[in-house]
């Protein structure tokens, strides 16, 4: 069996990616796939997924080893690198997986997959219709509003929102966002939908038309929902500074548009090229980084408790929605 564990402050769509990597190795190699914390998925009221067994419901447990997926700490661009592991096939029955996956490549060619492991609740997609000449602006804020080199300016969603003008039938836009008020900040004569997590991605999975941030949420409905044309930065993780990698080589996916930081877009496989470059730069250059206790951390809170963190970070963004 391969073992899988959901885990506290985990989003839906790392759950996603982490959950459907491993079914898909798991159907490669012909193990069992079972869910440690199945009660932590972010999606188990509107999305069902397909698994053999939760772990806490196993009678006769067994003991597993734990197969860790390759990642690489960047000190230049201070980021966890990411990548397709190809080890992982070589795993031994009763292995839990650890690490992010997020590479198309975990599906070994078959993106359709993903339709029948990943289902979106039928009533819901009924009930959420948007128009074809819509366009999402899929804005993340939140925690990423401390890291400025994550970041999107509202220069790239502006751009983004001229270029769809000039490739598509677009003549309005919507917000889905994590931050309601830090994307009123940006656009406030867009209407916002915001809050109701079930909601924002029922309404990415129908739209037909996206701009996306550098965010792990809006993949699994884009990639399971309606056919679509999709904007995403140039360069992921690090758009502006990024001394020509692809922050991560994982984070790089098919059909997708890619915008640059001088606002041109380039196709995927433009894009392609510079990932597999950035790859190559990884494993020639860097040491494999298994323990993510070895991250240096930063920020200016670190000294402080989960609570008292938490605590500051929601005045400061009241007080300054566009930073904190």
Same mark, same amino acid.
């Given at each position: 069996?391969i073992?899988?564990?959901f885990?506290?402050?985990q *989003?839906?769509g790392?759950?996603l990616?982490?959950?459907?990597s ?6 490669k ?5 079972v869910?440690?914390n199945y009660h932590l998925?972010k *999606?188990?009221?509107?999305l069902k997924i397909?698994f053999d067994?939760?772990?806490d419901e $196993?009678?006769d447990?067994?003991?597993? !080893?734990?197969?860790?997926?390759? /990642?690489?700490?960047?000190? @230049? /661009?201070?980021y966890?690198?990411?990548?397709f592991d190809?080890n992982?096939?070589n795993?031994?029955?009763? !292995?839990?997986?650890?690490g992010?996956?997020q590479s @198309?490549?975990?599906?070994f ?8 492991h990943?289902i979106?609740?039928p ?5 959420t219709? $948007?128009d074809k000449k819509i366009? $999402? /602006?899929?804005i993340? #804020? ?13 220069k790239?969603w502006e751009n =983004? ?6 490739i598509?039938?677009v003549n309005?836009? /919507?917000?889905v &966002?994590?931050?309601f ?5 940006l656009?406030?004569?867009? @209407?916002i939908i915001?809050g109701?997590?079930q909601k ?5 999975f129908?739209c037909?038309? $996206?701009?996306v941030s550098n965010s &792990? ?6 990639t399971? *929902? ?6 995403a ?5 690090r ?5 020509g ?5 994982a984070n790089?996916?098919?059909?997708? %548009?890619?915008?640059d930081?001088?606002?041109k877009?380039? !196709?995927?496989s433009e894009c392609?090229? %510079? =990932?597999l470059n ?8 860097y040491? +494999?980084?298994?323990n993510?206790k070895? +991250?240096?951390k &930063? #920020? ?6 989960k ?7 929601? +005045?400061?963004g009241?007080?300054?929605p566009?930073?904190?």
């Open positions: 069996m073992i899988i564990e885990k506290e402050g *989003g839906l790392n759950q990616w982490y959950y459907s491993a079914k898909s190795i798991a159907d190699l012909n193990f069992e796939l869910i440690q998925f *999606g188990k009221k509107f397909e067994s939760i772990w $196993i009678q447990k067994k003991e597993y !080893t734990i197969f860790n997926e390759k /990642l690489y700490y960047d000190y @230049e /661009l201070k966890v690198i990411s990548d190809q992982v096939l795993i031994s029955k009763n !292995t839990k997986l650890e992010l996956y @198309e490549k975990y599906f060619g078959d993106l359709a997959k993903l339709k029948k990943i979106l609740d009533k819901i997609i009924n009930s219709n $948007i366009c $999402i /602006l899929n993340r #804020g939140g925690e990423y509003k401390r890291h400025k080199k994550f970041m999107l300016r509202k790239y =983004a929102m001229n270029n769809f003008k000039n598509s039938s309005d836009f /919507l917000i &966002t994590d931050d008020k830090y994307a009123k900040s656009f406030p004569n867009l @209407e915001h109701d997590i924002c991605y029922a309404t990415i129908n037909s038309n $996206i701009i &792990t949420f809006s993949y699994f409905p884009c399971t *929902g309606l056919k679509k044309k999709i904007i930065p140039m360069y992921w993780a758009p502006i500074v990024n001394n990698r692809w922050i991560s080589p790089i996916y098919k059909d997708w %548009i890619y915008q930081k001088n606002y877009l380039k !196709t995927y392609l090229k %510079i =990932a950035t790859s190559n730069y990884y494993s020639k250059n040491n +494999i980084l298994v993510k070895d +991250i240096p &930063t #920020g200016f809170l670190n000294f402080l408790t609570k008292q963190k938490k605590i500051i970070k929601n +005045i400061l009241f007080i300054l566009r930073i904190f």
